[in-house]
């Protein structure tokens, strides 16, 4: 599978001469862009793994583009010496320097890839655990109803709860859900 990515620099040459290099090593470019409100545009439209990019634009600069979409996808930026380290301090952003070596080029590529797919694992890890954690407290609480109305203990309100999932062929936290809202709704 080719890894998208859009390139966006200034000096349109330039942009050919990597777009040349990024493609011959298995990317996809998926546009090109030489204004920064253009470039965010495009990451909203194309979705890339990967932003190439320089520092300066005209309209606007790399970090105001970042702080736009900055969760949007990975961000490679080819800059002089003296914004590289203005922008790793400022960003994420990974940076390598101009002149662009083509091995560094699509080393950093990789590297940046590579990290943005265990950024993204660990997100839907997160994600899970919260919508897990959400879960429980829902039971949990569901549990604190059956209590109340039954004067049952923990464990027996539980298995009240498990007995009257299997007998109506419900998932635990879609009756723990109903019987919340039919709480709330009675006041």
Known sequence: MA???IIALNNEDIAQKIKIIVVSNGFNVVTMCTYGSELIRAIKQFSPSIVISGYKFKDMNLINIYESVRDGCGFLAIVNEPYKSFIQEA??????????????????LEIIYQSEKRVKKLKEKVLSLESKINDRILIEKAKGIIMNKFLLSEEEAYKYIQKSCMNHGIKIIDFSKKLINEKESLF
């Open 3 to 5: 890894i998208d990515v």
């Open 91 to 108: 960003t994420d952003i990974y940076c390598i320097s101009s002149p662009v070596n083509a091995s560094l080029l699509i080393n950093s």
